[in-house]
C-alpha cells in the first residue's frame, strides 16, 4: 500500500499518518513513514522524543549528500546536475525507528520557490518516487498541501489519496482544492477524512465535502491536544482516536481490496 495524506496546515494529516503508520505496523507489515511537509511534525506525532528529534537531519538540508548524488552544490542556480540520482539506499541509512516504524523525513527546499529545478528538489522528488513506485514497504507519505514533491509518475503510483479536512469553509475550499492538484496529477483513487468532529457536525461536513468519498470521523478529543503538547503519540494517548483510525483504516483496506 502506498498512502499519501494531505491537507491544509493544522487539520490533521500528520496525526492520522502517524495513526495508519501505527495500525500497519501493529499488523507486522514494514512501514515506511515519510514526512514530506516542510513543517516537518510526524517524529513527534509518532512518539518520538524531543532529544531524538532534535538529531534528525532532514534530507533537504544534507548538502553533502545533495552534492555527491546531484554533483551539485545546494543553493547555488545555474548547475549542471543529474537528474537521476542515486536514492534507493537512502531510506535504509537515514530513516529513523519507532515502535516497527521507519521514519525518513525529507524536509523543503527554502531557495528558488516551489518545483525549483534545483539538485535539493530533485533528489526529494526522485527519492518520493524510488518510496512510491519501487520500494516493497507500506509507505505513508504525510505530504504539504501544495504537493510540492508529487511528480506525475509517482502520482499515479499512489493507492490511495486521503484529503483531511476540518469543520469549517476554508478547510473545505483547500480540500478542494488539492482535489484538482490531484486530479491534474493522474491521482483516480482520492478520499476524504474529517478531523476534530463534534456531535451534530457530522451532515455540513458531507455537504462540504460532496462528490468526494469520506472514509470516516475522527472526533475532536482533548486528549489528543494533550499529547501533541507532552510530544506522546496519538495512538497512546487518545483512545477515541485511534479507534477512529482503526476504522477509516478497514474501510481504505477493502476500498483497496486488501481484505
Not at 193 to 207: F, S, T, Y
Request: contains cysteine.
Amino acid at each position: 500500500m502506498k498512502i499519501a495524506i494531505s491537507g491544509k496546515g493544522g487539520v490533521g494529516k500528520t496525526t492520522l499518518s502517524a495513526l495508519l503508520a501505527h495500525l500497519y505496523a501493529r499488523e507486522g507489515k514494514r512501514v515506511l513513514a515519510v514526512d514530506a511537509d516542510p513543517d516537518a511534525n510526524l517524529a513527534s506525532a509518532l512518539g518520538i522524543s524531543e532529544e531524538e528529534v532534535q538529531k534528525i537531519v532532514p534530507i533537504a538540508k544534507m548538502n553533502e549528500l545533495i552534492y555527491e548524488r546531484t554533483g551539485a552544490e545546494p543553493g547555488r542556480m545555474g548547475q549542471w546536475f543529474t537528474l537521476n540520482p542515486k536514492v534507493d539506499d537512502i531510506p535504509d541509512r537515514f530513516s529513523v525507528r519507532k515502535d516497527g516504524i521507519r521514519l525518513l523525513v525529507m524536509g523543503g527546499v527554502e531557495t528558488g520557490g516551489a518545483g525549483c529545478a534545483c539538485p535539493e528538489n530533485t533528489l526529494l522528488k526522485h527519492l518520493l518516487r524510488h518510496l512510491v513506485v519501487e520500494r516493497g514497504d507500506t509507505v505513508i507519505v504525510d505530504m504539504e498541501a501544495g504537493l510540492e514533491h508529487l511528480g506525475r509518475g509517482t502520482a499515479r503510483a499512489v493507492d490511495a489519496f486521503i484529503v483531511v479536512v476540518e469543520p469549517g469553509r476554508r478547510s473545505f475550499q483547500t480540500a478542494k482544492a488539492v482535489v484538482k492538484l490531484a486530479a491534474d496529477l493522474g491521482i483516480k483513487k482520492v478520499y476524504a477524512v474529517a478531523n476534530k468532529v463534534r456531535p451534530g457536525e457530522e451532515e455540513a461536513i458531507r455537504e462540504g465535502v460532496e462528490g468526494l468519498p469520506l472514509l470516516g470521523f475522527m472526533p475532536y478529543d482533548p486528549a489528543a491536544v494533550s499529547a501533541d503538547l507532552s510530544g506522546r503519540a496519538a495512538y497512546e494517548s487518545s483512545p477515541a482516536l485511534l479507534a477512529a483510525a482503526t476504522a477509516i483504516k478497514e474501510k481504505l483496506d477493502e476500498l483497496m481490496g486488501e481484505r
